[in-house]
């Protein structure tokens, strides 16, 4: 079965310096991973997704993220945190082959400190 | 293009009363997936429907069940409403192929008293 952990659940930086986001997977076969965006009282919304292509995957926003096979992660990054940053991040697998289950990790809220 | 759109965006419902709620996908997309979101669970899959037939089911009782209609757009129904019930229920589309990108609608917050 497919899962995702976040490996902390607040992370604060200070504006201008960088962000990482930890996310390690769990997963039979070659899974197809995300991360997501939600804002206070908005939706979700993706920031980028790993489907077997290439492992260093850019986003939107400056945020990028890196498949590793090796470690099973597939941390956030981002080299400037910038204040509109300041949000709850969701790592995501897809939860099986056929069909679109997405299995949520349990967020990490990112405080930028001004 | 438009995004995927809930109405309503709010609910107040008592214990024991029933609620429908509707989602309609981005044009085009076949399969809607539907979330519950609460503090101490977090986002939960429900269940998902493509071209009129539900594909993927979640761990939730009997009471959470959904439809979709020729046009894409679906509604979940929850009978018997809880307390519990009380949570951000967020809709996704897609196309409905495999590797694809869900996108989320603005969800509808249900409050149960």
């Known amino acids: 079965a497919q899962s995702v952990t976040q490996l902390d659940s607040h992370v604060s930086v200070s504006e201008g310096t960088p962000v990482l986001l930890r996310c390690n997977y769990s997963?039979?076969?070659?899974?197809?991973l995300f991360w997501y965006v939600q804002h206070p009282n908005k939706g979700l919304q993706l920031l980028l997704k790993y489907t077997s292509a290439a492992t260093l995957v850019k986003g939107i926003n400056g945020f990028e993220a890196e498949f590793k096979k090796s470690e099973t992660s597939f941390h956030l990054t981002k080299p400037s945190a910038h204040m509109s940053d300041a949000a709850e991040y969701f790592c995501?697998?897809?939860?099986?082959?056929?069909?679109?289950?997405?299995?949520f990790g349990t967020g990490t809220s990112l405080t930028v400190i001004p | 293009k438009a995004g995927v759109t809930q109405t309503p965006r709010y609910l107040i419902k008592t214990r024991g009363q029933q609620v429908t709620l509707s989602c309609s996908p981005i044009s085009g997309h076949r399969s809607v997936s539907w979330y519950q979101q609460t503090p101490g669970q977090g986002l939960q899959f429900l269940f998902e429907y493509f071209s009129e037939t539900q594909r993927n089911k979640g761990n939730f009782p009997g009471r959470f069940s959904g439809r979709q209609f020729s046009n894409s757009r679906s509604e979940m129904n929850v009978s018997t409403l809880e307390l519990g019930d009380s949570a951000l229920y967020l809709c996704a589309s897609s196309w409905g192929t495999s590797q694809e990108t869900q996108y989320f609608g603005p969800g509808t917050r249900l409050l149960v008293l």
């Open positions: 995501v697998v897809r939860r099986s082959n056929t069909g679109n289950q997405f299995y």
């Open positions: 997963s039979s076969y070659s899974p197809s």
